[in-house]
């Protein structure tokens, strides 16, 4: 009796404590929630992705995929997203981006191949002897877009890795949104570099995989390649 109380208050508590990212910030506006980000599969349950290797990682995207309209953006924007009701759990955020294929537009494209570059990456700050995430508990998120990034379309992805319980392999959780873009009034930077999604990470990456409370961790890397800052 006690232990099935305690499991379903605990379970309780872990729902409430999931998020999603679903309206996209961008030319100091905030867009409806699932117009121009595509709904992920978690927008009721607000549940994470755990396992690297699944297409899920990418978009997260709610397998009806409802349509997602594309906004236009100018390059160097700054550019983010909600977060639904909060980011509350310590962890690393990155954002990426994909440039569309010829042939192909923001709308119908499904991010594959080695096209994800990043263009930020907050892991925690560590200072006498404690870890502290600067994203926690944030309502938005946001980065300033190279103003080198070309013009076209793209696909605009945030994750946030929830480490609270990432000390075995699968234990780390994904909160992953995607957003549709046309940039203009581009640049001539090369983004790069890119790497494919599922691919870049693997469930044991020391920036996936580790205990943030216990020994405290003296540094951290974040898993993935490299910002590209323009
Ligand atoms: C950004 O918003 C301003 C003010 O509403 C508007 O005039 C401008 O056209 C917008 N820029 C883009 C790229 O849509
Ligand atoms: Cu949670």
């Known amino acids: 009796m ?50 690297v290797t699944s297409q899920a990682i990418r978009c997260y995207e709610d397998p009806s995929h409802p349509s997602t309209e594309t906004f236009t953006v100018e390059a160097g924007s700054e550019i983010g997203f909600t977060a639904k009701s909060e980011i509350s759990h310590p962890g690393t955020l990155q954002m990426y981006m994909a440039k569309v294929p010829e042939g192909e537009t923001a709308a119908t494209w499904d991010g594959s191949g080695d096209v994800w570059f990043k263009i930020m990456s907050e892991g925690p700050v560590i200072s006498g002897g404690s870890l502290s995430w600067p994203s926690e508990h944030a309502t938005r998120v946001s980065t300033v877009m190279p103003d080198s990034v070309p013009s076209g379309e793209y ?65 951290y890397e974040a898993p993935g390649p490299a910002v590209w800052t323009g």
């Open 2 to 51: 006690w232990a099935t109380g305690l499991f379903l208050l605990g379970a309780a508590a872990a729902v409430n404590a999931h998020y999603t990212f679903p309206a996209l910030i961008a030319n100091n506006t905030v867009t409806g929630e699932w117009e121009y980000v595509r709904m992920t599969a978690n927008h009721y349950s607000n549940g994470p992705v755990t396992d």
């Open 155 to 219: 696909l605009f992805r945030v994750e946030h890795i929830a480490l609270h319980s990432a000390s075995s392999a699968g234990g780390a959780q994904f909160y992953i949104s995607c957003a549709q873009l046309n940039v203009i009034n581009g640049g001539s930077g090369s983004p790069g570099p890119a790497v494919a999604l599922p691919g870049a990470y693997s469930p044991t990456d020391p920036g996936i995989m580790l205990n943030i409370y216990y020994p405290v961790p003296t540094s």
